[in-house]
């Protein structure tokens, strides 16, 4: 694990970066998540380095590595997102509020053990979101505006070389007993319906601008590219996320995608 500082030119990149631009706009509905989330994961985190005391220096160290890699995830999501903003889609803001305002939340009223296990839900999707774009979406990819490509790519090989971290924070603090296991469960579903509620509502206002001035033919046609794009993620990302359900699941065990290490010594 190592901090990457990537410098991006989101200059000339347009929304629909991707040829099918139902697609494009998913994972822009997506990118609002890093946005918000990570600073939330860096300020748990803190709390967890605390908790922690003197004990566990391995994972203490690891932790300031996920920090500062989660800053850099967040500094480039917000810089992309800024041009979604200012290529037509600026309502996206006023969806985005309530689910800033969520973490704000979580962080003042929510116990650590509950944010612990809701990072560990979110990195959990982040590693399986890793294997899916790296591996199940090269029909989507080609053809696509490198940068953004490349950006995603970055964070999530990023993702799952930390996938670790939350899940030995989560163990090093609550144990690896029933309760622990049943909890992790419980937040870990509660974290893919919050995040997938927020992106679903982002998705579907990004979709509805560009669809605005179509023909009804036109429109018939993303509709339809749109569902079967979304059947394409949903299958790829349920067989792997259905792991996360075992009381055996274990992050580390996970085999890095092809392509994942090339991409990272590009960035080292
Ligand atoms: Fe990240
Ligand atoms: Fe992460």
């Not at 305002?101 to 053990?113: G, K, M, N």
């Not at 144990?175 to 995040?195: D, S, T």
């Not at 509805?208 to 509709?223: F, G, H, K, P």
Request: proline residues 4%; charged residues 25%; hydrophobic residues 40%.
């Amino acid at each position: 694990m190592k901090v990457r500082q990537p410098t991006f030119d989101f200059s000339s990149i347009r929304p629909h970066w991707a040829p099918v631009r139902e697609f494009a706009q998913s994972y822009n509905a997506f990118s609002t998540v890093p946005a918000h989330i990570e600073p939330f994961l860096v300020k748990v985190m803190m709390r967890v380095k605390d908790a922690l005391g003197e004990k566990h220096p391995k994972l203490r160290a690891d932790i300031e590595i996920f920090n500062k890699q989660e800053v850099q995830h967040c500094k480039q999501h917000v810089a992309f997102n800024k041009m979604l903003y200012k290529s037509g889609y600026a309502g996206m803001q006023a969806l985005e509020k309530p689910y800033k305002d969520d973490y704000q939340r979580f962080l003042e009223t929510r116990s650590l053990r509950f944010n612990v296990a809701y990072c560990e839900g979110f990195e959990a999707m982040g590693s399986s979101a890793g294997q899916v774009f790296f591996e199940e979406l090269d029909e989507y990819l080609a053809g696509s505006d490198q940068e953004a490509v490349d950006l995603w790519k970055w964070h999530l090989a990023e993702e799952f070389e930390h996938r670790e971290v939350c899940f030995q924070a989560y163990e090093a603090l609550y144990g690896k007993g029933l309760f622990a296991w049943l909890y992790r469960i419980w937040v870990f579903a509660y974290a893919v319906k919050h995040i997938g509620s927020h992106t679903a509502r982002v998705g579907a206002y990004m979709n509805d601008v560009d669809r605005e001035n179509m023909s009804e033919v036109d429109r018939a046609a993303s509709i339809e590219r749109q569902k079967v794009l979304r059947a394409k993620i949903s299958k790829a990302s349920k067989k792997r996320l259905v792991k996360v359900l075992s009381p055996f699941y274990n992050p580390g065990k996970m085999v890095p995608s092809p392509g994942m290490a090339e991409l990272l010594s590009r960035f080292s």
